[in-house]
Structures are given as C-alpha cells and as structure tokens.
C-alpha cells in the first residue's frame, strides 16, 4: 500500500462535491430554506496547500495571558514573566522559549471570542462550530475532512484521538466509519492489532481455517450484506495485521535522540505519533494535553504544562520541517477558553471565554502573522474579533474543504462544517 | 400457564374491538392477523424454529445473553410440551430481563455518566429504571413520574430525567415527544417544521408546560450568604479576605451541583428573533398540547395528557417499540418520526397491538410475553434480506446481529459463574456517594446564617494564608527554574500542591463538621439518616476526599476488593474441586479481575468508556436518542481475534474452561463448547471435521474450537 493513497472513488466523489459547493450547483431547492443567503457564500481557497492536521487541543481552558498572549508588565500578569519572540515585538510567557524560537512559523489569532464558559460545553463548540444540544451530535473536523476527501490510507483509520478523547464529538451524526480511532497511550500501538504471543502463527491460521470452514453452511443461509461485512472484514483484519502501515504506530521505530526531544511524556510521544501517523496517510491526528484548569495554583500548574507544551510543539514543528511535511501539514493549537486576567483568592485563574489565543502553522499558512488584538489587560478583544466558527472555517478553508456545503443530518437537519463561521484569509501566503 | 387450542374464525377477529381477547388469546389473535396478511400478499410463513435456534434465542431476546450450557441442554433435552411457554414465563421478569432491558431504556433516555451534571445521578437514575423494570411498573405511570419528579437526587433518582438535560429545556421536550410521542419535533425549535405541519410556536407553546423544572438548583441559603459576605465585605472586612470567602463559598456549596431538580414557576419567552405573523418577538408563550385535547398549562396535566389512553400516539409508540425488539424491525418504520400520514406496514395489526397495550393497563412484562408466545415469533428467521423502505409480512422474526450489550453479556455468560448477579458492591458505593453529598446538604441547612459565614471566615482566613505561602513559593520556584536546579523545582511544586485539599479539609472541619454535630445533637441526623449514621463523625478522612472526587482506597466501597472477598473467592474454588494452592491463588486473582470487568452491561458505568469492548460493538455512546448501531467494523474483528476477553474465555478458571475439561471424552468436551457457544450440539458433518484435528492436536483443539466459533458470523448473529 502507499502512501497518501486516496481511493480513486473518494478523490472524484470530493472532486463532484467541490464543484457542486463552488458553482451553487447541485443542491436542492430546500437547502435554500437554510443557506446563509445568497451573496454570502463563504470563501473558497485558490491555492490549497494544507492536506493534513494535526491538532493540539489544550484542555481545561489554557490561560492566554500566561501562555501566547502576554501583558508585560502587568499586573494581571502575577508571577509570569515574559520571553522575546523570533517575530518582532511579539513576548511570550517564559515558559515557552522552544516555541518562542519557532513563532517567526505561527500564525497567532490573539481575538478568539467563544459563547461557552463550561468545559463540555465550551469543548464540543471548539470541535464541532455548534453549542452543545441533546437532540443532535455534530462531527468534529477530523470526520469532516474523511467525509468530503475520503481517507489517505485505506488501511488506517481517517482520524486519530489521543489523550483525553472520552468527550470527543467524534464522528456526530456521520455514520461510524467517520469516527476518529481513539487511543489512550501513545505507546500502545493500535488496539489488538498484534496476534498474542501464546498464539502460534500456525494455530493462528488453524483457527481461521476452522472459523471459515464451520461457518460456510451459515453464510449459504444468510446471504445478507453485514454478514458478508464480517467476512470482508476479517480480511481487512489479517491484511492489517501482517501491514508494512502497522508501523505507522510503532514509536520504537523512531531514534532514542527522537523521542527524547519530543518530551517523555504522553503529549510528547503524541506529537511524535502523530507525525508518523501523517506520513503514513492519517490525515487528521489530534493530541489532547489536560490539566490546564488552573482555578487554584495557576503560577505553579502552567509553568508545569508550559514545559510540557514548549517541548512537544516546538519539536514538532521542526521534526515536520526537517521532513518536509510541514508544507501539507496545518497543525493548530486550541483550547475551549482562556482564563481570568483577575487573579483569584486560590491563586487561580478561572474560566474565560471572552477573549483568548489560539495557534495555527504549517499548511499555507502565513508564519509570523499576529491577528486579533485584546485590550492592555486581556480581558476584551480590541480588534477582529473571532467566533468558533470562524476559527473552524480557517482550518476547513486551509484544507479546501466546501464551507458552503451543507450536509443532511439523518433526521434531514441540514449543517455545515464550520456552521456560518467566515474563513480569516489574510493568515495565508 | 395454559395455551387455549388454536381455533380461530375470521368472524373472531372481524368481531374483535380492543380489550382482552374474545375468541383465541391474544397471541393467537396476532397470529390470525399475521396470516390474514400473508395470504393477502400470497406469502408462505417460515418453518417452526428448531429448538436449539428458539432456546437460544428466547434467552438472547429477554434476558439479553446467549444460554448457559445447562439451561441450553436442558431446553432441547425437555419433553414437555409447554416447554416454550414455560420458559417465556420464567425469563420474563427474571433478573436478566431487567439487565437487558436496561440497556433499551439506557439507550433511549441517554443515560449518560460522563458529563458533570450526570456523574452523581446517574448510577440512581439507572437504579430508578431498573427497578421499574423489576416491579414492572405500568408504562404509563413510570413515564408520569419521569416527567413530573422534582426533588433532590436522595429523594428520586427520576430527576435525572430533566438533569440530564441540563441548561437544556427546549431540547428536553423534543426528546420527550420523540421518545414517547414517536414525533420529531427538534426543526421546530429554531423555525416553522419545513417537512410537518408543526410551526415554531407549537414548537414552544409544549415546551411551555415542562419549562418550570428547573436544573440550574440554586439553594436558597446561597443567595442570602452571598449577599451578606458583600456587606460584611463593606463593613470592613479586609478585601483579601472577602475575595477569600468567595472561594470558600464555591467550594463549600461544590458538592451540592447537580443535585436535585425544582420545580418553580417560570415564563418562557419565544425568542428575540421569532419571524412569523401569529405571535411577537420576545412575547411570553402560553402551554398548549400539540394534538388530542388540551390540558391545563401545568405539568402534572402534561404528564396525564402524555400518557393519556386519549392520546392518539402515547400506545402506538411503545407498542411499536417493543414489536420491534421482539421481530427486528417496527411495524412503523422509523419508529419515532410518525407524522398524520404514517401507516403502519399491517394497519390492522397495529391497532390491535395499541389496543393490546391499554387494555394491559401499559404491562410491558405482559405485552412482551403476548409476542414472544406468538408462533410468528417462533418460526426460523427470514432467510431474505429486508432492505431500507421494503415491506416486510413477518413470516418469521429478522435475522439480527446481537447488540454490543448482547455479546458482552454473552461473554460474561462464558466466563462469570453468576452472570445476571448485580454487583452489591457498585450500588453500595454509588448509594455511599449519595448519602455523603445529603450530609452535606443536611449539615449546612442545620447551621444559621452568623455560623455559616463564622466557618467561611475561618476558611477564608487559611486560604488566604494559603495564598500567601503558594506566592512565596511560585517565587522560590521561579528562582530554583532559573538556576537549572530541577530536583529543587520538583520538590517545591510538590509542597504547593496540597493547597486545594487542604481548602477542603478547612472546610470540612470549620463548615461540614460543625453543622453535623448540630444536627446530631439535634436528634434530625438519626431521624433523616439513622442512628448507625448518626454516631459516625460527619466523614472519616476518606470518605470526604472520596466526596470530592478521590478514590478512597482499601475499603468495600470502591471497586476494590477487601480480605473477605479474597476468602469468599477462596472458599469458592475449593467447592469447586481446586486444590493446588497455586491454582487457588490463580483461581481467586482470576475473579477478583472478573468480578470488576465480567460484569453485565447493564452493571458497568453509562456508557461504557471509549474503546472498550461494548462501545467498539456498537454501544449507543448516549449522547442521542437510539444511538446504538449493529455496523461490523475492523475494531470488532481485531477485538475477537486478538483481544483479552477472547483469551479469559479459554482460561480453565472461566466456566467455560472449567466445563470443558471436566468433560472426559473429546466428543463430550466438543459437545460442551457447541452448546455454550452455539446453543446446540453439533452436526455430524461437524463431527466429523473436528475429530481428526482433535486426535491431532490434542486439548489444544479445544481452544483453537473456541476461538473459531467466536470469529463466526453464527456466533454474533441471532437466527
């Protein structure tokens, strides 16, 4: 199998798709009931350079102003000290001087404006451009981007979680096999995927044999489409099994220098994974790091996810461009909130939707662009004010995928993939 | 249990109108009208299923996991000519057929233990559910009382019906009219329903009736407290302080979120950008019903009305339902998207299964066995394929992949002696957690206002001490990171950590304590908890950590195992015939390991995690209504290849294992894996094929046997 293979099917059914986005063609008269209106289509992406991602969610709401967007000086600022970075005028919380090197390659959004100030709610819209509602699942990006371009690698799965996934959206309303596989550890390799060493290779086939030869008077009963759906995927199974792909989640294949350098840690080997799951056709891989909820203690706690954070991102970045990936490769770094530039009574900082940074590079984007302004103490955005939705159609617009789309629930509910979110253009190249 | 002799005459069920069966039973009835219609469509109905396939599915379809070996056995071996009536009667009812069908309603209530409001009432709101399903509780009144409970969680775990809809309201009914109603209401929400009759305000004018109960709960006591921290933070309280107090406050009430659900009159608003002529923007929407008659704009005539025999979809629905556990596909299709132009597949039959269902007064136990006694229900599966949209006769049941929770608990069935047994310990603990959150509620209630905030001061005071100490420390650190001196970074970032449990242990002692040796003096902690409780102090060490969200450790509580469970497990496998003592200790360490994770599905937190067995099956993850699926996926295949519970079900501690071996011919010993695993002996075609692998192999046969027949098709479906 080779790499970023995608299927001749699904690479013209995205073509046809496209086209019918692009042209308005296609659609049925009740999508205009729906539609944002005529004359507010949304932007389509002429030069499309972003073929994967890779998604670093902060989670627990990482504080803006003790991470990307500093206040020197400041006393909101409590007990974190800034750090120059490589774009000029730019600080950074002190914590993060591998990534300070790094951010003339980032495009940073300072203006991120979110409706949702609780951790599930304010998660799902991060994922998925729509409010957490009990009638509806929405898909996440990852099973937006194998729904319109299909699969890089037929062997693997579309999409990867890894981390703290257990809240993830995953695939919504899609059908199951758009959902991201998940993966607690990044050193478990895929789950089962290994035959158990009590088990010859001979008994191994043995067994199959028996399995096929004792169910044959079942199948001639039953001719019926999931039954057959097993068999097919029994092949798949043992296709996989013996898979040159399987590598792909294999990090002691990497040099020990490698592995150092990203972080030994569980986001660290993440991003080392999710390296090596891109170059093996995955197309979207997110890596989840926790604990940033700092209500008490935040002036011990970040420094502490800060060193976590400044180590795998910073070695990712260079490992994606030392191998020539980090072209086709947006990787984005996000968070469902910021924090309160008021300290509280623990220490802490508490929850803050109202305005807080993420990061985008790699992908076309344009490196060293700084967007969005908030006010000398962080607490309003002053300038280019960014909902969700708009951050989400940035990433869809980096990959080219059909904003206008819209695409019909089961229950015949009609979305899209960034909800009415408008792409932020002027970070591109 | 008495079966009246078939006899029927198109003059019985001509003259049929509704209520108990006036010529054949009432099985005998669907039966009738089954082949009414199979002659109208010149269709020939499927041979009886043979016994093994029937008993195989009785106990799969009621109490949701394949048959044991002996109950497997025992069916084909019987003679008896009631034999399948018996068993329906027995099963329905039985302890299984609560775990099974938990899992229906767990699916679509959404039963949901992984969201913060959810977390606490959840393992009560199941508890709820199952023990409706145990004392069979009408339908009609179990849906009443979801829809009408109000109180805390220790008083009904019914509230977590609207808490699971928190902050949710409008959401909350449409869920409601789907799941009871069979209506799609959700397009509704937002604009006029663009392929049904219903307008955005029909859409709020029912959301009008439900919207009193509120989940946001809010003690009273917390309002006033807050307002006077305020003042006294005027009257000079240093700044520092207050700022403290309000940290104590949130703290202290932590453990009251998401507790209990009130009832309190409240209007709702259309919204701000409501578009059509027939009402205004903003304006405050009266309760109206969406069809049938009206009810008074209250909630308990809601609930009468929902589940009113006047209501014209209230016994459809469910009735649907259940045929559709029982076939495999609903006599309405989908099932909860029923709009005026809905006709059932076999009208007839529908009305007669409505009528069913209230002349039953809403018995589920009693509306299931009617189906299950049906000899449609008892015919060999239908061999063709029913594709999307095709009408299906019922010449016999559908051919059904299990659901997850099905193979799951099949498996347990295969490896824990005592499957259908619920696990004391898990409800034990959740009802522990319970009473440990009504303390604090009771506690706090039973100091006054000045004692309140005389505690909070105290906390506020050593928190903000605390403060103090983690500055002086953050800055220490900044110095220690500076000069590269890890170790120092390390064992200072270690000293701040305490800070939040030591706020708590605060408190604990100046807050939780107080207020319960008031309450025990008082004479109310026996009276609300009794005396047993009432001379403990308000929480030993662990307890209160475990309350906040930590595991105590070492205790019955938890998951975990206490010495007496080990000598239960031992005395257990020496009544077995064990005696090794390494074996034992093999045996004993082999069911403390299953007794936390063979347990039934129904029994394991809602839903199970990500990436666990139930969920790569197809386990609804209960976020929406109906959720599961029954898709092959390569997870599936690679789990019964190569994964864990495929392995304990060779283990000669399993009750497979242990069956097998005690057989001591080979053909007994291939005699026990076909009927635990198939239901039925083999063929001697099969007979054949195995012996010369046996004779080859010897006993490794016999697990390469067990493996294949799990990687079979025949295995995961239902015939």
Same mark, same amino acid.
């Given at each position: 199998?080779?790499?970023?293979?995608?299927?001749?099917?699904?690479?013209?059914?995205?073509?046809?798709?496209?086209?019918?986005?692009?042209?308005?063609?296609?659609?049925?008269?009740?999508?205009?009931?729906?539609?944002?209106?005529?004359?507010?289509?949304?932007?389509?992406?002429?030069?499309?350079?972003?073929?994967?991602?890779?998604?670093?969610?902060?989670?627990?709401?990482?504080?803006?102003?003790?991470?990307?967007?500093? &206040?020197?000086?400041?006393?909101?600022?409590?007990?974190?000290?800034?750090?120059?970075?490589?774009?000029?005028?730019?600080?950074?919380?002190?914590?993060?001087?591998?990534?300070?090197?790094?951010?003339?390659?980032?495009?940073?959004?300072?203006?991120?404006?979110?409706?949702?100030?609780?951790?599930?709610?304010?998660?799902?819209?991060?994922?998925?451009?729509?409010?957490?509602?009990?009638?509806?699942?929405?898909?996440?990006?990852?099973?937006?981007?194998?729904?319109?371009?299909?699969?890089?690698?037929?062997?693997?799965?579309?999409?990867?979680?890894?981390?703290?996934?257990?809240?993830?959206?995953?695939?919504?309303?899609?059908?199951?096999?758009?959902?991201?596989?998940?993966?607690?550890?990044?050193?478990?390799?895929?789950?089962?995927?290994?035959?158990?060493?009590?088990?010859?290779?001979?008994?191994?086939?043995?067994?199959? !044999?028996?399995?096929?030869?004792?169910?044959?008077?079942?199948?001639?009963?039953?001719?019926?489409?999931?039954?057959?759906?097993?068999?097919?995927?029994?092949?798949?199974?043992?296709?996989?099994?013996?898979?040159?792909?399987?590598?792909?989640?294999?990090?002691?294949?990497?040099?020990?220098?490698?592995?150092?350098?990203?972080?030994?840690?569980?986001?660290?080997?993440?991003?080392?994974?999710?390296?090596?799951?891109?170059?093996?056709?995955?197309?979207?891989?997110?890596?989840?790091?926790?604990?940033?909820?700092?209500?008490?203690?935040?002036?011990?706690?970040?420094?502490?996810?800060?060193?976590?954070?400044?180590?795998?991102?910073?070695?990712?970045?260079?490992?994606?461009?030392?191998?020539?990936?980090?072209?086709?490769?947006?990787?984005?770094?996000?968070? +469902?909130?910021?924090?309160?530039?008021?300290?509280?009574?623990?220490?802490?900082?508490?929850?803050?939707?109202?305005?807080?940074?993420?990061?985008?590079?790699?992908?076309?984007?344009?490196?060293?662009?700084?967007?969005? &302004?908030?006010?000398?103490?962080?607490?309003?955005?002053?300038?280019?004010?960014?909902?969700?939705?708009?951050?989400?159609?940035?990433?869809?617009?980096?990959?080219?995928?059909?904003?206008?789309?819209?695409?019909?629930?089961?229950?015949?509910?009609?979305?899209?993939?960034?909800?009415?979110?408008?792409?932020?253009?002027?970070?591109?190249? | 249990?008495?079966?009246?002799?078939?006899?029927?005459?198109?003059?019985?069920?001509?003259?049929?109108?509704?209520?108990?069966?006036?010529?054949?039973?009432?099985?005998?009835?669907?039966?009738?009208?089954?082949?009414?219609?199979?002659?109208?469509?010149?269709?020939?109905?499927?041979?009886?299923?043979?016994?093994?396939?029937?008993?195989?599915?009785?106990?799969?379809?009621?109490?949701?996991?394949?048959?044991?070996?002996?109950?497997?056995?025992?069916?084909?071996?019987?003679?008896?000519?009631?034999?399948?009536?018996?068993?329906?009667?027995?099963?329905?009812?039985?302890?299984?057929?609560?775990?099974?069908?938990?899992?229906?309603?767990?699916?679509?209530? =959404?039963?949901?233990?992984?969201?913060?409001?959810?977390?606490?009432?959840?393992?009560?709101?199941?508890?709820?559910?199952?023990?409706?399903?145990?004392?069979?509780?009408?339908?009609?009144?179990?849906?009443?009382?979801?829809?009408?409970?109000?109180?805390?969680?220790?008083?009904?775990?019914?509230?977590?019906?609207?808490? =699971?809809?928190?902050?949710?309201?409008?959401?909350?009914?449409?869920?409601?009219?789907?799941?009871?109603?069979?209506?799609?209401?959700?397009?509704?929400?937002?604009?006029?329903?663009?392929?049904?009759?219903?307008?955005?305000?029909?859409?709020?004018?029912?959301?009008?009736?439900?919207?009193?109960?509120?989940?946001?709960?809010?003690?009273?006591?917390?309002?006033?407290?807050?307002?006077?921290?305020?003042?006294?933070?005027?009257?000079?309280?240093?700044?520092?302080?207050?700022?403290?107090?309000?940290?104590?406050?949130?703290?202290?009430?932590?453990?009251?979120?998401?507790?209990?659900?009130?009832?309190?009159?409240?209007?709702?608003?259309?919204?701000?950008?409501?578009?059509?002529?027939?009402?205004?923007?903003?304006?405050?929407?009266?309760?109206?019903?969406?069809?049938?008659?009206?009810?008074?704009?209250?909630?308990?005539?809601?609930?009468?009305?929902?589940?009113?025999?006047?209501?014209?979809?209230?016994?459809?629905?469910?009735?649907?339902?259940?045929? &559709?556990?029982?076939?495999?596909?609903?006599?309405? !299709?989908?099932?909860?998207?029923?709009?005026?132009?809905?006709?059932?597949?076999?009208?007839?039959?529908?009305?007669?299964?409505?009528?069913?269902? &209230?002349?039953?007064?809403?018995?589920?136990?009693?509306?299931?066995?009617?189906?299950?006694?049906?000899?449609?229900?008892? =015919?060999?599966?239908?061999?063709?394929?029913?594709?999307?949209?095709?009408?299906?006769?019922?010449?016999?049941?559908?051919?059904?992949?299990?659901?997850?929770?099905?193979?799951?608990?099949?498996?347990?069935?295969?490896?824990?002696?005592?499957?259908?047994?619920?696990?004391?310990?898990?409800?034990?603990?959740?009802?522990?957690?319970?009473?440990?959150?009504?303390?604090?509620?009771?506690?706090?209630?039973?100091?006054?206002?000045?004692?309140?905030?005389?505690?909070?001061?105290?906390?506020?005071?050593?928190?903000?001490?605390?403060?103090?100490?983690?500055?002086?420390?953050?800055?220490?650190?900044? +110095?220690?990171?500076?000069?590269?001196?890890?170790?120092?970074?390390?064992?200072?970032?270690?000293?701040?950590?305490?800070?939040?449990?030591?706020?708590?242990?605060?408190?604990?002692?100046?807050?939780?304590?107080?207020?319960?040796?008031?309450?025990?003096?008082?004479?109310?902690?026996?009276?609300?908890?009794?005396?047993?409780?009432?001379?403990?102090?308000?929480?030993?060490?662990?307890?209160?950590?475990?309350?906040?969200?930590?595991?105590?450790?070492?205790?019955?509580?938890?998951?975990?195992?206490?010495?007496?469970?080990?000598?239960?497990?031992?005395?257990?496998?020496?009544?077995?015939?064990?005696?090794?003592?390494?074996?034992?200790?093999?045996?004993?360490?082999?069911?403390?390991?299953?007794?936390?994770?063979?347990?039934?599905?129904?029994?394991?937190?809602?839903?199970?995690?990500?990436?666990?067995?139930?969920?790569?099956?197809?386990?609804?993850?209960?976020?929406?209504?109906?959720?599961?699926?029954?898709?092959?996926?390569?997870?599936?295949?690679?789990?019964?290849?190569?994964?864990?519970?495929?392995?304990?079900?060779?283990?000669?501690?399993?009750?497979?294992?242990?069956?097998?071996?005690?057989?001591?011919?080979?053909?007994?010993?291939?005699?026990?894996?076909?009927?635990?695993?198939?239901? =039925?002996?083999?063929?001697?075609?099969?007979?054949?094929?195995?012996?010369?692998?046996?004779?080859?192999?010897?006993?490794?046969?016999?697990?390469?046997?067990?493996?294949?027949?799990?990687?079979?098709?025949?295995?995961?479906?239902?015939?």
């Amino acid at each position: 199998m080779s790499l970023n293979q995608l299927s001749e099917l699904s690479r013209r059914q995205f073509a046809a798709r496209a086209a019918s986005a692009a042209l308005g063609v296609g659609l049925l008269p009740v999508d205009r009931l729906f539609a944002a209106g005529a004359g507010a289509s949304k932007a389509v992406n002429p030069n499309v350079r972003a073929k994967n991602v890779i998604y670093l969610y902060m989670a627990g709401g990482m504080s803006h102003l003790d991470t990307f967007d500093p &206040k020197p000086g400041h006393e909101v600022m409590g007990a974190t000290g800034t750090v120059a970075s490589k774009v000029d005028g730019y600080h950074v919380g002190e914590g993060l001087k591998r990534t300070a090197a790094l951010m003339d390659r980032f495009a940073v959004v300072h203006s991120l404006n979110s409706t949702q100030g609780a951790h599930e709610q304010g998660n799902y819209f991060m994922h998925t451009s729509y409010t957490l509602r009990g009638t509806i699942r929405h898909p996440a990006m990852g099973a937006w981007l194998v729904h319109f371009s299909g699969k890089g690698n037929d062997t693997l799965p579309g999409s990867v979680v890894m981390g703290e996934g257990s809240r993830h959206p995953g695939a919504g309303f899609f059908e199951s096999k758009f959902s991201p596989l998940m993966l607690n550890q990044p050193d478990g390799g895929l789950q089962n995927s290994k035959r158990k060493d009590s088990v010859t290779e001979e008994a191994f086939n043995r067994r199959l !044999e028996m399995a096929r030869h004792l169910d044959q008077p079942f199948h001639d009963t039953y001719q019926h489409k999931n039954v057959r759906a097993y068999r097919d995927l029994y092949d798949e199974a043992l296709t996989l099994m013996k898979s040159e792909d399987l590598k792909a989640f294999d990090l002691s294949a990497e040099p020990a220098a490698t592995r150092e350098r990203f972080g030994n840690d569980d986001f660290g080997q993440g991003c080392l994974l999710a390296r090596r799951l891109v170059q093996h056709g995955v197309r979207f891989v997110e890596v989840s790091l926790g604990k940033w909820d700092t209500h008490v203690n935040n002036f011990v706690e970040v420094p502490e996810r800060c060193d976590i954070l400044d180590r795998g991102l910073s070695a990712l970045i260079q490992d994606l461009e030392a191998n020539g990936m980090l072209a086709d490769t947006l990787v984005v770094l996000a968070s +469902e909130f910021g924090r309160t530039p008021k300290i509280n009574g623990n220490e802490g900082r508490d929850h803050y939707p109202k305005a807080f940074t993420a990061l985008l590079a790699g992908g076309g984007i344009k490196g060293g662009t700084i967007y969005g &302004k908030t006010d000398e103490t962080g607490a309003e955005v002053a300038e280019n004010k960014v909902s969700i939705p708009d951050f989400n159609a940035t990433i869809g617009y980096a990959l080219g995928l059909p904003l206008d789309q819209i695409v019909f629930s089961p229950s015949k509910r009609p979305f899209t993939l960034a909800d009415k979110g408008q792409p932020i253009t002027s970070l591109f190249s | 249990m008495k079966i009246l002799p078939f006899f029927l005459s198109f003059a019985v069920f001509a003259g049929f109108c509704g209520g108990q069966a006036s010529g054949g039973s009432a099985w005998e009835q669907i039966d009738a009208l089954l082949e009414k219609n199979y002659a109208a469509q010149n269709i020939k109905p499927n041979a009886p299923a043979p016994d093994a396939t029937l008993v195989r599915r009785l106990y799969l379809d009621i109490v949701g996991r394949i048959p044991t070996r002996d109950e497997a056995a025992a069916f084909i071996a019987s003679t008896a000519p009631d034999k399948t009536p018996k068993l329906i009667e027995e099963l329905v009812g039985s302890e299984g057929y609560t775990n099974h069908l938990f899992s229906f309603w767990a699916d679509l209530l =959404r039963l949901n233990a992984k969201s913060n409001n959810n977390q606490l009432i959840t393992p009560h709101y199941a508890e709820f559910i199952k023990a409706a399903l145990r004392e069979n509780r009408p339908y009609d009144e179990f849906v009443r009382e979801l829809l009408t409970t109000d109180g805390a969680a220790w008083d009904s775990g019914a509230i977590g019906y609207y808490l =699971r809809d928190r902050g949710m309201p409008l959401d909350n009914m449409s869920n409601t009219v789907r799941v009871f109603l069979g209506t799609r209401l959700e397009c509704a929400q937002c604009h006029d329903h663009p392929f049904d009759k219903w307008t955005q305000l029909d859409y709020y004018k029912m959301a009008a009736f439900s919207y009193d109960m509120d989940a946001n709960y809010r003690p009273k006591l917390g309002e006033e407290l807050q307002g006077y921290a305020r003042k006294a933070g005027k009257k000079g309280v240093k700044l520092q302080q207050v700022k403290g107090m309000k940290e104590a406050y949130n703290e202290m009430m932590r453990p009251l979120r998401y507790t209990a659900i009130q009832r309190e009159e409240k209007d709702l608003h259309l919204p701000d950008d409501y578009k059509y002529d027939n009402a205004k923007p903003n304006e405050v929407v009266a309760a109206k019903t969406m069809f049938g008659p009206d009810a008074p704009g209250n909630l308990d005539a809601y609930a009468e009305w929902m589940t009113s025999k006047e209501n014209p979809r209230f016994a459809t629905v469910i009735a649907n339902r259940l045929w &559709k556990e029982v076939f495999g596909i609903g006599l309405i !299709e989908p099932v909860d998207d029923i709009n005026d132009y809905t006709k059932a597949s076999i009208p007839e039959l529908m009305t007669f299964l409505e009528e069913q269902m &209230k002349a039953l007064d809403y018995d589920l136990q009693a509306f299931l066995k009617m189906l299950y006694h049906t000899k449609a229900y008892q =015919r060999e599966a239908s061999r063709e394929e029913i594709l999307p949209g095709q009408l299906f006769h019922f010449p016999g049941p559908v051919l059904r992949r299990m659901s997850a929770e099905q193979i799951w608990d099949s498996f347990v069935t295969l490896i824990n002696p005592d499957p259908d047994a619920s696990p004391e310990r898990l409800i034990e603990a959740a009802e522990e957690q319970l009473t440990m959150v009504h303390k604090v509620h009771e506690s706090l209630k039973a100091l006054d206002k000045d004692e309140l905030l005389e505690g909070m001061k105290a906390v506020a005071a050593t928190a903000s001490q605390g403060a103090q100490e983690t500055r002086e420390l953050t800055a220490q650190i900044a +110095e220690a990171r500076k000069a590269k001196d890890e170790a120092k970074v390390l064992e200072l970032s270690r000293e701040t950590k305490g800070f939040r449990n030591d706020i708590r242990r605060d408190i604990r002692e100046h807050i939780y304590e107080p207020g319960w040796q008031k309450l025990v003096a008082s004479g109310k902690a026996s009276e609300v908890f009794g005396t047993e409780e009432a001379a403990e102090p308000f929480a030993t060490k662990g307890e209160g950590m475990r309350m906040m969200g930590s595991k105590k450790s070492g205790s019955r509580g938890g998951a975990g195992l206490d010495g007496k469970d080990k000598r239960d497990y031992m005395a257990k496998g020496m009544a077995l015939g064990i005696k090794d003592r390494q074996e034992l200790r093999e045996f004993v360490e082999f069911m403390v390991k299953m007794t936390s994770q063979a347990q039934r599905a129904a029994n394991l937190p809602s839903p199970a995690p990500n990436g666990h067995f139930l969920r790569e099956f197809g386990q609804s993850d209960r976020d929406v209504i109906e959720n599961a699926n029954d898709e092959a996926s390569l997870p599936q295949t690679l789990q019964l290849l190569n994964g864990p519970y495929a392995e304990a079900l060779v283990s000669k501690y399993g009750v497979l294992g242990r069956e097998v071996m005690q057989e001591k011919t080979p053909d007994g010993r291939v005699d026990v894996i076909y009927l635990s695993l198939y239901s =039925r002996y083999p063929t001697q075609a099969e007979r054949d094929y195995l012996a010369p692998l046996v004779a080859e192999f010897g006993d490794a046969a016999y697990k390469d046997l067990v493996y294949a027949i799990l990687n079979t098709q025949q295995f995961l479906f239902i015939q």
